[in-house]
């Protein structure tokens, strides 16, 4: 099995990765889960996590961390995807200056098939940290418990009733493991040539819609434009146009 994970890593990482750093890890006593035991991530809480599941193997990091283990193909589609993500991210805390970025998660999986030795390359962040307009007066939002709950490293956190969520939370990371959320899975690389699946995908000349759009959408209504729809990847680009309607908001806002 190590010359399998080896040959994966060689893969993916094009020699980034030690063999001699992968180590099962031992405290949930399962053989086909490993992390990577490398200086490099002493800052990070979370290790890259190697899992293997029957002919595929996932490997996964934060985002921080794809820099030091993924080739240069991968890291350019990382990079690319991140630079348009931070475009619309920032745009939302220009219309939410409240929220706080500083912890928003963000990880990249890795799925390796054994058989046709092809891989794919995964983004995801979390959902969750979007509030749409008509949310702001809620303000009681679940997720901020349970990341005061995570902050403290616990063993076990039970829940009560969750009706909504919408976040893919890490729920269990004391064993400095990475569990990739299972939500928000923008596939942005493929060595196997598959058509790529990420919210910048445009059809009909429209992105995908998800919770970052929903949220911008939410505040860009109160202007009562018609020509602000921001899943049209034209109207960021107009930004004599776009920043009007910012401008616009921060007026009616006030």
């Known amino acids: 099995m190590n010359e399998i994970i080896t040959e994966c890593m060689e893969r993916i990482s094009s020699g980034k990765v030690?063999?001699?750093?992968?180590?099962?890890?031992?405290?949930?006593?399962?053989?086909?889960i490993f992390i990577i035991d490398d200086?490099?991530?002493?800052?990070?809480?979370?290790?890259?996590?190697?899992?293997?599941?029957?002919?595929?193997?996932?490997?996964?990091?934060t985002m921080e961390q794809s820099s030091l283990y993924l080739n240069d193909d991968c890291l350019n589609a990382v990079k690319?995807?991140?630079?348009?993500?931070?475009?619309?991210?920032?745009?939302?805390?220009?219309?939410?200056?409240?929220n706080d970025f500083s912890i928003m998660d963000r990880y990249i999986k890795v799925t390796y098939d054994i058989q046709k030795q092809n891989y794919d390359v995964f983004f995801a962040y979390h959902n969750a940290l979007f509030i749409r307009h008509s949310d702001q007066l809620n303000q009681h939002i679940w997720t901020s418990g349970i990341r005061s709950a995570m902050m403290r490293a616990p063993n076990i956190i039970v829940f009560?009733?969750?009706?909504?969520?919408?976040?893919?939370?890490?729920?269990?990371?004391?064993?400095?493991?990475?569990?990739?959320?299972?939500?928000?899975?923008?596939?942005?690389?493929?060595?196997?040539?598959k058509e790529l699946d990420h919210c910048f995908m445009t059809k009909n000349g429209l992105y995908k819609e998800n919770e970052l759009f929903k949220a911008i959408q939410s505040y860009l209504d109160l202007t009562e434009s018609d020509d602000c729809n921001i899943l049209d990847p034209n109207l960021i680009k107009n930004k004599s146009h776009f920043d009007s309607l910012l401008t616009l908001h921060k007026i009616l806002k006030f």
């Open 18 to 32: 030690d063999k001699n750093l992968i180590i099962v890890n031992n405290t949930i006593k399962n053989e086909n």
């Open 39 to 61: 200086t490099l991530c002493d800052e990070h809480y979370h290790r890259p996590t190697i899992i293997i599941n029957n002919d595929i193997i996932h490997f996964i990091m």
């Open 160 to 193: 009560g009733e969750l009706s909504e969520t919408g976040a893919a939370l890490l729920l269990n990371n004391t064993q400095k493991m990475i569990l990739f959320p299972i939500t928000n899975n923008n596939l942005i690389y493929s060595t196997e040539n």
């Open 80 to 98: 690319h995807f991140n630079n348009e993500l931070m475009n619309y991210i920032n745009i939302y805390k220009q219309l939410q200056p409240n």
